[in-house]
Every structure is written in C-alpha cells, then in structure tokens.
C-alpha cells in the first residue's frame, strides 16, 4: 500500500461512491455493496465466496491489520491508503477498514447443490440484525446454506453484512426465493422442511431425545433438515406453516413471553446440528 497516494479528500466524488453503496439503489445500480470493518472484510478477501474490487485502510488499520492487506493483494485487489476522514465519511462502522464487493449472486441451487444436510431459510425476515444473526449462528452450527425468501431484507444492507461479523463470506446464501418454491426445492433435494413456530405440535426437546429413532408422525432431527423462521413481529403466516412437513416450537420453561428470531434460530440449528453428530 502505496502512502505516497493517500485519499485524503473526504468530500471527493470517489469517497462519495463508496459511502453511497449503503444504500440499496445505488447497490443495485452498481451491482456491488459495502463491506465495513476488519472481521467482515479479513472474510471477504481471504475467502472464495467474495470479489472483493477494492480495499481502502487508514494507515493505521494498514500496520494494525496486514494480513488483510496481504490477503488483497494476493488476489489482485486494489489497495489505496485513506485518511481517519475519509474512511469515516465512507463508514462510521468502518474501524478504519472498508471493502467494495461485487453483490453475491444468491441462487437458490449453489445451495441444493451441495446435498445440504442442514439450511436456515428466512421467511419475510425483515430485521437486518436478526437475519445477519441467523446467517452467522447457521455457520457457527454448520450449515450448508441459507435461504432468505422475497419480501426480506436485502442481504447487501450494511447492517445484515455487520451483523454476520464475516459468514456471509463462508457459506452460500440464497436470496430472493418464493417461499414455496424455495420449499419445494430443499425438498426434492431430500431435506425434512421444519417450520419454527410457538405453535407448533412438536417441542424440539421431544425431537431430540428421539433423534434418529423418532416413531410414525415424529420428525426425525437426524434427517437432512431446512428449518423455516418467520417475521420477528409476526411469525410465520398459516399459508408458509402450510408448506412444511411439520411444525415445530422452542418450550419456554421460564415466564419470557417469546425468544427473539435469532435465538431461536440458533437453538433450532443447534438441536439439528446434535441430532446430525
């Protein structure tokens, strides 16, 4: 990283262009997304999931973190020096560390391709720190992929992207997906589809004690499974329960009214992840 041609303009229009990726038209115009922080952006360049077309570092953040500069420049990745400025008028989230990536392309098959054994999928999850929840706890258990069906949040959001703290770049993510489509094919491609809902007929403490010897009309955690996870204010609406094979709730054994989206989520693919091993 060359100091000599330090940005140092935080009101140029190259400064301008960046920070503008924080919002969703100017992504889809420019078909790439912001990437803001050293943990997300350490992901980005040293993983294969990511094209990552440039990288700016405070010089700082250059001496603090060299492995992410190395990791860029090994793979022909732009690296320019900025100033505290004008990596804070890119992004107050930054820490000094920014990366343009090229949008993910989010097809449902890189997916079903891989004979997932175990996938998140996010109905109408609209919540950008729940969704980015959900993708980093589906890599943390494991998981071949996530699924975010339409009407949820862009993946691309800033705050989605912080809130993986970097496992968007570790496993596929879908996006886009009609529900009933994305059920239909998670299934043929042999997954039990579980709905989490309060409501639902089976208590996943129940599942998991029988786990790989589950009775007639049980579901048996140990088969590749999608779980499917609602609204946070809403849950799931009858017509997506209906797409499941089976319905199933997270007990409350203190007086909480409810676990928020991602806990849940994470109990969920934590319980299939135990049944799996």
């Given amino acids: 990283m060359d100091e000599r041609d330090l940005l140092s303009n935080p ?32 992901e980005a360049v ?16 250059a001496s603090r973190y060299d492995e992410i500069a190395t990791a860029a ?18 992004s107050p989230d930054g820490q000094g560390v920014v990366a343009v990536v090229d949008l993910l392309d989010g097809r449902l098959d890189q997916v079903t391709d891989l004979r997932p054994r175990l996938v998140a999928m ?20 494991g998981a071949d992929g996530v699924v975010l069906t339409t009407e949820s949040v862009d993946v691309h959001n800033p705050k989605v992207v912080r809130s993986t703290a970097g496992s968007l770049f570790h496993l596929p993510v879908a996006f886009g997906v009609d529900p009933a489509d994305g059920v239909a094919e998670l299934r043929a491609a042999g997954m039990l589809v579980l709905a989490a809902d309060g409501s639902g007929e089976h208590d996943i403490d129940h599942l998991l004690d029988v786990a790989g010897r589950a009775p007639a009309g049980v579901p048996d955690l140990a088969r590749p499974t999608a779980w499917v996870f609602g609204n946070e204010a809403w849950g799931l609406p009858d017509d997506d329960l209906a797409l499941a094979d089976a319905v199933v709730r997270v007990p409350l054994h203190g007086r909480a009214e409810s676990l928020n989206l991602a806990t849940a989520a994470t109990v969920c693919l934590y319980a299939s992840a135990r049944a799996h091993r």
């Fill in 73 to 90: 420049a090994a793979r022909g990745v732009r690296v320019t020096a900025a100033t505290d400025e004008v990596l804070a008028a890119m």
């Fill in 122 to 141: 996010l109905a109408r999850v609209r919540d950008p720190g729940n969704a980015g929840a959900v993708v980093r706890a589906a890599d943390a258990a």
């Fill in 11 to 42: 009101r140029s229009e190259r400064v301008k262009a960046v920070r503008a990726l924080a919002n969703r038209p100017m992504r889809e115009r420019h078909g790439q997304f912001l990437v803001e922080g050293p943990q997300s952006v350490r």
């Fill in 46 to 61: 040293s993983g294969g999931r990511a094209h990552v077309r440039e990288l700016f570092l405070t010089p700082a953040a």
